[in-house]
């Protein structure tokens, strides 16, 4: 069983979701991924998610576009971010780890040499935010080659045929974006993710996460009631760059961050 | 072309996050239906014609022509459409599919602020709100622009990320609409971005080359030789190539912005210097560097400083249909003031990339030859650059 599989599975035998943070590879320094993933498993991170930079992502908020352009400033590369994922996985072969980004690096790298080259590293799925799957086939094969799984979106827009498509499509889990609009946006809509995650599961058996504008311990807890996980990205990002100065200073307002979230979902 | 998902070839597609890929899909059936809406049509040639004071002239420039001793050139004179460019024929498209959607809101990414003029443009004709997103260094250059969009009663929203330029201004345009989908129609203002849009907005632009084509039988009793238009995105120089592709005997080229020169690096060329990749929901050739990163262009014009181009031309390319050349900054600029001084038309610094290598062109062939180039739009907007290059305080 993948790792993605194992991890959903056992936290579905003690009644628990997936803790999913998010940061920008290589924000605010190369040096400072590698602790900070390591720090946010000891907070309570179930599944690690780690953000490739691109000079244009057209799917982010102000926040992580500006997380962005912090890595790219030390040319983080998505090499260096499988660099980073092996140098975790030496001593954390459990937790598994999704790469976020955009396709055009990856087209860049030819996506059979990505494939190979992020399965030895240690990666375990891959979300590509402007690959749907109509045009995604030829990344999905090389992908399920080496056991990665292809995570796709769905969206408050995708209709019932969609997410009837993607559900046959995807592995690992599906990620719901909670609302339209980019990342760190505000407005949370409850009801409107329970309906949409109820109709979501009709179609799909795999695990579904929910993301977008989950930005605290309340937020974390009234998703975490319908979904199996909960990925939070901007405001982790957010305190990387408040204290991008300090290591340390960085993973102690993340984990607190975490922190609180775990214990409010673990009440659910 | 392009086929039934927007693929030129190996280009175009739809490369989007899942939140729009529905709200293409409903773009694309209700401009299916209004393609075929003679009503609709009615409308737009109606518009076309007493809105934006079609069809453009087409001029032949003998005294220009005479001067370079070459081929006989001719003008489309797109300059002299309202809002001074090609942009409006495409505008005008939209608009009416953004009114028949029921939209109330318009968006529009623009570089050297034609386009966002020309949605403006629409906007007020149309009552709708309007929102232009335009490159920090933009807002900087092309200042008239701005101000005219601002007396149409559009917002401007300096875009500050990135490069500042026009690519980061079409970021910027799809966070909006991704965020306002429901009651907000993206007018993108040239042949890319994800399908329907390179198809659609090539549609709407090829009125010029039907014009054209027309306008030299009556003229010349003959197919021109050769059609040369500048390429930014591309939507004027597809707008003219459109009706003569099946005219083999007539060679297309579109003029590149070459900046400092292409062998520096400095340069908006990614049809003549550049590779395919994935960018802004198509695939199509692009400035990258070797990690798959957008990098940044470099063109006097802001038109023409975008690193990728229409999916439809990364195709002509390569089944070699068209040829794809550079014009440097400082030859679209001596060909700005030639034109301007010999005819007595002051050209956009956009389309001056054309006229730099059309007129090179012209001189290697025979004065019973003939080309068209496409004069895509008037260069008011850029006489604060052309000052501040020469010195001048206006
Ligand atoms: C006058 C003029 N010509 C050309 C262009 C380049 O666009 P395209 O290549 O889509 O025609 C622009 C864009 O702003 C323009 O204003």
């Not at chain 1, 930079?53 to 040319?75: T, Y």
């Not at chain 2, 401009?31 to 003679?38: A, C, L, M, P, T």
């Not at chain 2, 989908?181 to 549609?203: C, E, K, L, S």
């Not at chain 2, 496409?374 to 008011?380: F, I, P, V």
Request: hydrophobic share 40%.
């Amino acid at each position: 069983m993948s790792r993605l599989a194992t991890r959903f599975s056992d936290l579905k035998k003690h009644h628990r979701k997936a803790l999913i943070p998010f940061i920008t590879a290589g924000d605010p320094h190369p040096d400072v991924t590698v602790g900070l993933m390591h720090d946010m498993v000891k907070a309570g991170a179930d599944i690690l998610e780690l953000g490739v930079p691109f000079s244009d992502p057209m799917a982010e908020g102000p926040v992580i576009q500006l997380a962005c352009e912090r890595a790219l400033k030390h040319n983080v590369s998505l090499r260096d971010v499988l660099g980073m994922v092996k140098t975790f996985r030496k001593t954390d072969a459990a937790t598994p780890i999704v790469l976020m980004g955009y396709l055009n690096p990856v087209e860049v790298m030819g996506y059979r040499v990505f494939a190979k080259a992020a399965a030895e590293a240690g990666v375990d799925g891959v979300i590509v935010v402007d690959l749907p799957p109509e045009e995604g086939a030829d990344l999905v094969v090389e992908l399920k080659a080496h056991q990665l799984d292809m995570i796709f979106l769905l969206a408050p827009t995708s209709t019932p045929e969609r997410m009837a498509m993607i559900g046959a499509m995807a592995s690992g889990f599906v990620y719901y974006v909670s609302l339209k609009g980019v990342t760190g946006a505000a407005s949370l809509d409850v009801q409107s993710v329970v309906d949409k995650v109820n109709q979501i599961r009709q179609n799909t058996k795999i695990p579904v996460g929910v993301g977008f504008g989950i930005r605290d311990a309340d937020s974390a807890r009234k998703i975490s009631a319908v979904a199996d996980a909960v990925i939070v990205g901007s405001a982790v990002v957010q305190r990387v760059a408040d204290n991008a100065g300090d290591a340390r200073k960085i993973s102690a307002s993340v984990c607190e961050l975490l922190s609180s979230m775990r214990t409010a979902m673990d009440k659910v | 072309m392009p086929d039934e998902r927007g693929h030129f070839g190996i280009y175009g597609g739809k490369f989007v996050a899942e939140t729009l890929m529905q709200p293409l899909e409903d773009l694309r059936q209700a401009y299916e239906k209004v393609k075929h809406d003679k009503t609709f049509q009615a409308q737009f040639d109606h518009d076309l014609a007493h809105y934006v004071g079609r069809p453009s002239p087409l001029y032949h420039a003998e005294r220009w022509s005479k001067q370079l001793g070459g081929a006989q050139i001719y003008l489309k004179r797109e300059d002299l459409n309202h809002t001074g460019a090609h942009k409006i024929n495409n505008t005008i498209g939209q608009g009416l599919l953004a009114r028949y959607m029921g939209k109330t809101r318009i968006i529009a990414e623009t570089g050297a602020g034609q386009h966002g003029v020309a949605s403006a443009t629409v906007a007020a004709r149309f009552g709708m709100e309007c929102v232009v997103y335009m490159g920090a260094d933009d807002v900087q250059r092309q200042a008239p622009n701005v101000f005219r969009m601002k007396l149409l009663g559009a917002t401007v929203v300096p875009v500050t990320s990135g490069s500042k330029t026009l690519k980061d201004a079409l970021n910027e345009a799809m966070r909006d609409w991704v965020t306002n989908v429901d009651n907000t129609f993206y007018i993108i203002g040239t042949v890319a971005g994800p399908h329907p849009y390179p198809a659609m907005v090539r549609d709407f632009q090829a009125i010029i080359g039907r014009e054209a084509k027309r306008q030299i039988m009556q003229q010349a009793g003959r197919l021109p030789d050769a059609l040369v238009a500048c390429v930014g995105g591309g939507s004027n120089a597809i707008g003219l190539f459109h009706d003569f592709l099946g005219d083999e005997s007539v060679k297309l080229y579109g003029v590149e912005g070459g900046g400092d020169g292409v062998e520096t690096g400095r340069h908006a060329a990614p049809l003549s210097a550049g590779k395919p990749g994935v960018l802004h929901g198509n695939r199509t050739y692009l400035m990258e560097d070797v990690n798959g990163q957008i990098i940044e262009t470099h063109s006097i014009s802001a038109g023409l400083d975008y690193p990728g181009v229409g999916p439809e031309h990364a195709w002509l390319k390569d089944c070699g249909r068209a040829t794809y050349v550079a014009a440097t900054d400082k030859e679209a600029l001596a060909a700005f003031h030639e034109v301007t001084r010999t005819e007595g038309i002051i050209p956009a610094l956009e389309s001056s990339h054309a006229l730099a290598y059309g007129a090179k062109l012209a001189k290697t062939m025979k004065p019973d030859q003939i080309i068209i180039i496409n004069l895509s739009g008037r260069g008011d907007k850029d006489i604060n650059t052309i000052a501040r290059i020469e010195g001048i305080t206006l």
